[in-house]
């Protein structure tokens, strides 16, 4: 854990009620690993989401009312948290938070999964697929997409759409393919396209063309089948 990002949180958002806006919904106050300071980021999302700032003075009233003053320190923590001036951005306390936090899930999965491997009345089989699939859901219980603001996303949106337009149109992976090219202006990060059709229509030759174009233009092409050989599809 850090108590030194934990603090740092806390601090930015008693100095803006906005930076704990950008972490409502990244951060949860059981991600902390210092109890205090999750008690505290608590009282300040349920302050500020009742439409309040945050100061010292409301979040000691939130604190008392729900009998956790004295278990934070009482106004000796509630002084403390000024001494802390934030020397990164939210964002990055907030993403070392979580990280920490779905280490700590990890390992007390797999200490409890070793526990678990000498009991051998369950198949092997069946003690390495439920550890697999505990690990991952540990691993992926804290990943939230980031949250963006309506400005940054238009502002993102025009810069890409800048972009397409100095590059003619086209600055995605070219499929080769004029038709589907202009229509899709390429294919792109972080976008799934999807190919659909009935059997016999010719999808995975389709797909098989874009491949080999893609690896003309010098782009590196990783190919899946779950439905036929390698010799099938060449």
């Given at each position: 854990h850090s108590a030194a990002a934990e603090r740092g949180l806390l601090c930015h958002a008693l100095l803006s009620s906005d930076a704990l806006v950008e972490v409502d919904g990244v951060v949860t106050p059981a991600d902390f690993y210092v109890e205090a300071n999750g008690h505290a980021f608590d009282a300040m999302l349920a302050i500020v989401r009742r439409g309040h700032k945050v100061d010292q003075i409301v979040l000691r009233e939130e604190l008392a009312r729900r009998g956790k003053l004295d278990a934070v320190g009482g106004d000796e923590f509630l002084v403390s948290l000024y001494d802390h001036s934030p020397d990164a951005s939210v964002d990055t306390y907030a993403?070392?938070?979580?990280?920490?936090?779905?280490?700590?899930?990890?390992?007390?999965?797999?200490?409890?999964?070793?526990?678990?491997?000498?009991?051998?009345?369950?198949?092997?089989?069946?003690?390495?697929?439920?550890?697999?699939?505990?690990?991952?859901?540990?691993?992926?219980?804290?990943?939230?997409?980031?949250?963006?603001?309506?400005?940054?996303?238009?502002?993102?949106?025009?810069?890409?759409?800048?972009?397409?337009?100095?590059?003619?149109?086209?600055?995605?992976?070219?499929?080769?393919?004029?038709?589907?090219?202009?229509?899709?202006?390429g294919f792109w990060n972080e976008e799934l396209t999807v190919i659909g059709g009935r059997p016999s229509m010719g999808k995975t030759a389709l797909l098989e063309t874009c491949a080999v174009n893609a690896l003309s233009d010098g782009k590196r092409v990783l190919f899946f089948s779950l439905e036929m050989s390698e010799t099938l599809l060449w």
């Open positions: 993403k070392v938070i979580t990280g920490y936090a779905r280490r700590r899930a990890v390992i007390r999965v797999c200490e409890a999964r070793a526990a678990a491997g000498y009991d051998l009345e369950s198949e092997h089989a069946d003690y390495i697929e439920q550890t697999e699939a505990m690990v991952l859901r540990a691993a992926e219980a804290s990943v939230v997409a980031d949250v963006v603001d309506a400005r940054t996303s238009m502002i993102r949106f025009w810069e890409h759409a800048s972009k397409v337009k100095a590059a003619g149109g086209l600055l995605g992976v070219r499929s080769g393919i004029r038709a589907l090219d202009n229509f899709l202006v």
